[in-house]
Nanobody, 115 residues
Framework: QVQLVESGGGLVQPGGSLRLSCAAS????????MSWYRQAPGKERELVAA???????NYTNSVKGRFTISRDNARNTVYLQMSSLKPEDTAVYFC?????????WGQGTQVTVSS
């Protein structure tokens, strides 16, 4: 049974850092494209970062140079290191993986950037 569990969210001041974790079970993150999405109140869910099975990464423009996605195959976990956080980064962050024939999502973790 595929399961994704996010953790690491919280309240942080502007300019601060957080590391989100996505613990996977029921499959190996080694072999799949893993993604982080976020959804702010009143906005659509957007792709933030992704890492392929070949370790190719991509980021939405607004987080380039500030966020880093990585994967620990031994722990079967995907991370999102977030630095220089801004109030506009406030959102619920979701881990995602597509395993044919469907998408799988975690429950989300809240990130709030505020002074």
């Amino acid at each position: 049974q595929v399961q994704l569990v996010e953790s690491g969210g919280g309240l942080v001041q502007p300019g601060g850092s957080l590391r989100l974790s996505c613990a996977a079970s029921g499959f190996s993150v080694t072999y799949y494209r893993m993604s982080w999405y976020r959804q702010a109140p009143g906005k659509e869910r957007e792709l933030v970062a992704a890492i392929t099975s070949g370790d190719i990464t991509n980021y939405t423009n607004s987080v380039k140079g500030r966020f880093t996605i990585s994967r620990d195959n031994a722990r079967n976990t995907v991370y999102l290191q977030m630095s220089s956080l801004k109030p506009e980064d406030t959102a619920v962050y979701f881990c995602n993986c597509y395993i044919w024939p469907r998408d799988y999502w975690g429950q989300g973790t809240q990130v709030t950037v505020s002074s």
